[in-house]
């Protein structure tokens, strides 16, 4: 049995998906191939989240805070050694952040990485999770999708994901359609102090400075879709 019918098995796909992106235009946005598996989950997927937490990045998401061709995995590439650095005592990391490459999101902020090596065999690369671009580091020797199977089973226990994670069942909610009208032109990107004033006033704990946390961001695109 594939990888993919093990997830399917445990967790059903959702009835209707968007169209699968055309990976050749993608990839040569990325400028690397992207491993086979991954394209077959998306297809069977599409955007949404497995157990309510576990969000992997889509090819031109509606939002930049989730899309794997947008600026948000060069972004965390960029800030896992300057987060690193900043505190009084760097931890190791698996792989130098050149080889990481984010492709996820959980509801807590933890990301989810491949370790883009081999760089001609995407299909080998492996995955590498850490707690908002701190330590720890978790990581799983296999591909993306044997990761959700094997988290799902309760066969692997990532220790920054919630020891509940499992207990309402297993699941995946896709994303709502967002701005069904055809779009003539994409949203304007949003300053982030424009993010930060919503914030504060629907009650969130947000800094002055910094990054805003990634539960702000998702829940300021929930609240402003289109």
């Not at 959702?14 to 235009?25: C, G």
């Not at 090819?59 to 009084?88: C, F, K, N």
Request: hydrophobic share 40%.
């Amino acid at each position: 049995m594939t990888a993919l019918a093990a997830l399917t098995d445990l967790c059903l796909p959702p009835a209707a998906v968007p169209p699968s992106p055309d990976w050749t235009q993608v990839e040569n946005t990325l400028g690397s191939g992207l491993p086979q598996d991954y394209k077959q989950l998306v297809a069977a997927y599409g955007p949404g989240r497995f157990c309510g937490f576990i969000s992997l990045y889509q090819p031109h998401a509606p939002s930049e805070w989730a899309d794997l061709t947008g600026p948000m995995p060069t972004r965390l590439r960029a800030q896992i050694e300057e987060v690193r650095q900043a505190a009084s005592r760097p931890w190791p990391l698996p792989h130098p952040p050149e080889n990481l490459l984010a492709m996820g999101v959980t509801g807590n902020g933890d990301y989810l990485f491949w370790a883009t090596r081999p760089s001609g065999a995407p299909d080998d690369w492996t995955i590498a999770v850490n707690e908002a671009l701190c330590a720890p580091w978790f990581t799983y020797d296999g591909t993306v999708t044997e990761f959700l199977v094997d988290v799902l089973r309760g066969a692997v226990r990532v220790p920054m994901f919630p020891s509940d994670l499992l207990d309402a069942g297993i699941t995946f909610t896709p994303s709502q359609l967002r701005c069904t009208a055809p779009a003539v032109e994409p949203r304007a990107p949003v300053g982030t102090h424009v993010i930060r004033e919503w914030a504060r006033i629907n009650g969130y704990d947000v800094p002055d400075r910094g990054r805003i946390p990634i539960e702000i961001l998702q829940a300021w695109e929930q609240a402003n879709p289109c």
